[in-house]
């Protein structure tokens, strides 16, 4: 979960395109996934999120898929708008208790930038 | 959900001095977390801020630089002591949300250490 460089993945999609940002954990401990968006100049923001239980989950216009197998965790965004223009987190952590209770380790991050 | 205020939004700093972040939460929350955020950086956990006890440091953040008071449930401050060029960096407070079972994050602290 610790950041890996100074430079971030880009995803650059077309108003009213899908896109699809992946993500790879690292802890097969972990239980509990959140996808966040963080745009320029503020604190990240929930989106959605996931227990190890499922492995798909939709809200409005987002669905994560969970892959446990391969320990990976998608955010697909239906119909991209140029407001969803941002960086984007996968968050993990283990609620099953201990000392790792709601410790939040997250990905590196993916810029997504909408062209209208 | 849980509202969250962080303060001050942005800082610049010199070198050598201190700055104290403040956290102030809408409703009581057990859990409240401090991240770093480094430029064009992901997120890294410093601290679980405990309510009556000294907080819990993760690898690499110890208390003389980052010290951590949590007086009551509301409520928190970091301490960026003794600064220099490599603390600039945004510092976010997190809680555990109830509400809607995640975590929150206040808006964060801009900091820039010259």
Known sequence: ?116 | SAVISQKPSRDICQRGTSLTIQCQVDSQVTMMFWYRQQPGQSLTLIATANQGSEATYESGFVIDKFPISRPNLTFSTLTVSNMSPEDSSIYLCSVEDLSKFGYTFGSGTRLTVV
């Open chain 1, 1 to 116: 979960g610790e950041s890996v460089g100074l430079h971030l993945p880009t995803l650059s999609v077309q108003e009213g395109d899908n896109s699809i940002i992946n993500c790879a954990y690292s802890n097969s401990a972990s239980d509990y996934f959140i996808w966040y968006k963080q745009e320029s100049g503020k604190g990240p923001q929930f989106i959605i999120d996931i227990r190890s239980n499922m492995d798909k989950r939709q809200g409005q216009r987002v669905t994560v898929l969970l892959n446990k197998t391969v320990k990976h965790l998608s955010l697909q965004i239906a119909a991209t708008q140029p407001g969803d223009s941002a960086v984007y987190f996968c968050a993990e952590t283990a609620l099953g208790g201990g000392t790792s209770y709601g410790k939040l380790t997250f990905g590196q991050g993916t810029i997504l930038t909408v062209h209208p």
